[in-house]
């Protein structure tokens, strides 16, 4: 079950890093062909939440049964580089990166914001959910 879990986790992390990165370039060329903010680009924003949330999902289950997760946690875990990201950094960013894109797509459907304030709130906090979410994959493992 651990192993299930923690290569689709890894698969399913780079395919979100894929949509979030084709979502942010979509939503970019529409802002810049000044197109009105259409179903389509909400659409986009929407299909990057989803996998988004499904990576969260994927990662809660993970970090309870993981040997690098929950049950490693110790005074000593705190001390030691790689423990302290798997046990805090990598956790508490990317939920933090799940609530900036929710955020980000919440504000896609307010309804008293111009075409351009809708694209200028999803970019900003989708570039930034990215960002945090790309910075915090464990990249010295597939080195």
């Known amino acids: 079950m651990y192993t299930i879990l923690k290569e689709s986790h890894n698969g399913l992390g780079m395919l979100l890093l894929f949509i979030l990165l084709a979502s942010i370039l979509f939503i970019?060329?529409?802002?810049?062909?000044?197109k009105p903010f259409l179903k389509s680009v909400r659409l986009s924003a929407l299909i990057g939440l989803i996998v988004v949330h499904l990576q969260i999902?994927?990662?809660i289950f993970?970090?309870?049964?993981?040997?690098?997760?929950?049950?490693?946690?110790?005074?000593?875990?705190?001390g030691h580089s790689i423990s302290r990201f798997y046990l805090l950094e990598h956790p508490i960013g990317m939920i933090?990166?799940?609530?900036?894109?929710?955020?980000?797509?919440?504000?896609?459907?307010?309804?008293?914001?111009s075409d351009r304030g809708k694209y200028n709130r999803v970019l900003v906090?989708?570039?930034?959910?990215?960002?945090?979410?790309?910075?915090?994959?464990?990249?010295?493992?597939?080195s």
Do not use: H
Request: avoid cysteine; charge should be positive.
């Open 96 to 113: 933090i990166a799940a609530i900036l894109i929710t955020i980000g797509y919440r504000a896609s459907k307010k309804e008293g914001l």
């Open 28 to 34: 970019v060329f529409s802002y810049f062909k000044r």
């Open 62 to 78: 993970l970090y309870t049964l993981s040997p690098l997760g929950m049950s490693s946690f110790t005074k000593d875990s705190m």
């Open 57 to 59: 999902l994927v990662g």
């Open 125 to 142: 906090y989708y570039i930034i959910g990215f960002s945090l979410v790309a910075y915090l994959i464990p990249w010295f493992l597939w």
